[in-house]
């Protein structure tokens, strides 16, 4: 990356920094623009407090956080916004704060969708509004982009699907303590990704394979109680621990064999792909950008969204061969590796910036 991007300022705007797939590819993205010599920095509407600010400052990312909903709020962030050159926005959420704004700050505008799924009605009038502020328009995945053209319209406006992308290297090695089967699931705990799905399938696995196997839920949300209270009614054979909000991804990934995602869509999960690229096979729902990433019987296993015998099974499967792992582990990671970066990620994105058109 030549001249064309030099001292390109990059303003990241984001809903909060609380942990989510979109928040960490945008703290990983910062970290290679700044190696493309932009100067990136991440402007968050939540809390200073947030558990992923800390993150920003360890990577000498320049993070900026105002919480509230105030008029000053908006006056600051539109004062910081017209030292960039470029706005990136991350989330409608974000989206409706600054359009207020839009029309005054004079800057090329990206916004970009991390979501597959369809947005409520209000959100509608929230992106008409905003619509004609907007240069360019990005999504995840194809899904993800015909949806948003299908709900919100915008096929003026210049669009792309840049996939989401990891930084390979490895985050872990293995200190797991036991010789179970240690599943994971990462993610905030709301209806969309379906967790329950995944301690329903574990009550069907015989009680001699429930002893083997021990479950690791990272995230939290507002069906956390609805978890405790499903394993507290119906699990007494399986080790279940509810490890909260974890923004440490080396702890996460050290107590994972295999990741299941049980969501009723997805964009391109972060979460997957980060466990791919530490080696991690997956069994996800196939739905939204999952089949993208998980190739079956390859990299992992695709089930129909609430199949839980499917899910039940697959778990059995690779508990009584516990090889599969290690070889769609291997599987996962090259092909991650080859597909999913976050330097093509980035290096698409300055294209971007600088009125060129990508492939």
């Known amino acids: 990356m030549k001249s064309g991007f030099v001292k390109i300022k990059v303003a990241h705007i984001v809903g909060s920094l609380n942990v989510g797939g979109a928040e960490r590819f945008v703290i990983d993205l910062c970290s290679i623009q700044k190696q493309l010599t932009m100067k990136p920095a991440i402007i968050s509407l939540g809390s200073p407090d947030d558990p992923l600010v800390n993150e920003c400052k360890a990577n000498n990312i320049p993070v900026a956080s105002y919480g509230g909903g105030s008029l000053i709020k908006l006056l600051r962030v539109f004062f910081v916004l017209l030292k ?3 706005i990136h926005i991350h989330s409608p959420h974000a989206l409706k704060f600054l359009s207020y704004i839009l029309p005054l700050l004079n800057k090329k505008i990206i916004y970009t969708r991390h979501g597959a799924g369809a947005l409520e009605p209000a959100w509608i009038l929230v992106h008409k509004k905003a619509k004609r502020f907007i240069d360019i328009i990005t ?9 948003f053209h299908q709900t919100h319209g915008w096929t003026d406006i210049p669009s792309y699907v840049i996939d989401n992308g990891v930084l390979i290297k490895p985050l872990c090695s293995s200190i797991k303590e036991s010789t179970k089967l240690h599943i994971g699931s990462v993610g905030r705990m709301i209806p969309l990704k379906n967790q329950l799905s995944l301690l ?8 001699e394979i429930q002893r083997e196997v021990e479950v690791n839920f990272f995230g939290d949300g507002e069906c956390l109680s609805q978890l405790k209270q499903f394993y507290q009614n119906n699990i007494t054979n399986i080790a279940v621990n509810f490890h909260g909000m974890v923004s440490d991804r080396e702890l996460i990934y050290s107590k994972i064999d295999v990741l299941v995602v049980t969501s009723e869509t ?3 999960s972060m979460v997957i792909i980060e466990a791919m690229a530490n080696r991690i096979p997956v069994i996800a729902t196939d739905v939204g950008g999952n089949p993208k990433l998980v190739i079956n019987e390859q990299t992992g ?5 609430n199949d839980d015998e499917k899910l039940s099974e697959y778990i059995q499967r690779i508990n009584d061969d516990r090889q599969v792992i290690m070889d769609y582990g291997d599987s ?3 092909y991650v590796s080859a597909n999913f970066t ?3 990620a980035a290096k698409k994105y300055a294209t971007l910036y600088a009125n060129s058109e990508i492939d």
């Open 84 to 86: 960039f050159d470029i």
């Open 139 to 147: 999504c995840v995945s194809q899904e993800s982009l015909e949806v």
């Open 200 to 207: 329903r399938s574990i009550v069907l696995l015989p009680e």
């Open 266 to 268: 997805e964009g391109l």
């Open 301 to 305: 296993w695709l089930f129909s969204y």
């Open 332 to 334: 996962a990671f090259d």
């Open 342 to 344: 976050i330097n093509s």
